[in-house]
C-alpha cells in the first residue's frame, strides 16, 4: 500500500481527494507547496516524510493558518457546507 492510499485509509474517494490537493499545490504560488506536491506526486518522497520536513513546514504552517482564519471566520452552517461539499465533489467508486 502506498503512502497516499495508507493516508487515505485506502478510500478510493479520500485518495482521489488527496491526490487533487496535491494537484492544486503543485500549482500553489508558494514555492516550498509546488516542490512539496511534485516531490509527493513523482513518488521521490513520501507525505508523511515531506510534512515532517523542516524545508516545507515555514510555508505548510502559513498555510494552515490561512485556512484555519477563514474557517474560523465562517458561520456554523457554512462551516457544514464546507465540510459536506468536501465529500459531495468525490466521486463515488465504481
Excluded: C
Aim: net charge negative.
Amino acid at each position: 500500500m502506498s503512502d497516499l492510499a495508507d493516508i487515505a485509509g485506502n478510500d478510493p474517494r479520500r485518495l482521489r481527494a488527496l491526490h487533487d490537493s496535491l494537484n492544486q499545490l503543485a500549482n500553489s504560488p508558494q514555492r516550498e507547496l509546488r516542490e512539496l506536491a511534485h516531490a509527493v506526486l513523482n513518488g521521490e518522497v513520501t507525505l508523511r516524510t515531506a510534512a515532517l520536513s523542516s524545508a516545507y513546514a515555514p510555508a505548510m504552517d502559513e498555510a494552515f493558518d490561512s485556512f484555519w482564519t477563514y474557517y474560523n471566520q465562517l458561520t456554523p452552517d457554512e462551516r457544514n457546507e464546507l465540510e459536506a461539499s468536501a465529500y459531495n465533489d468525490l466521486p463515488t467508486s465504481s
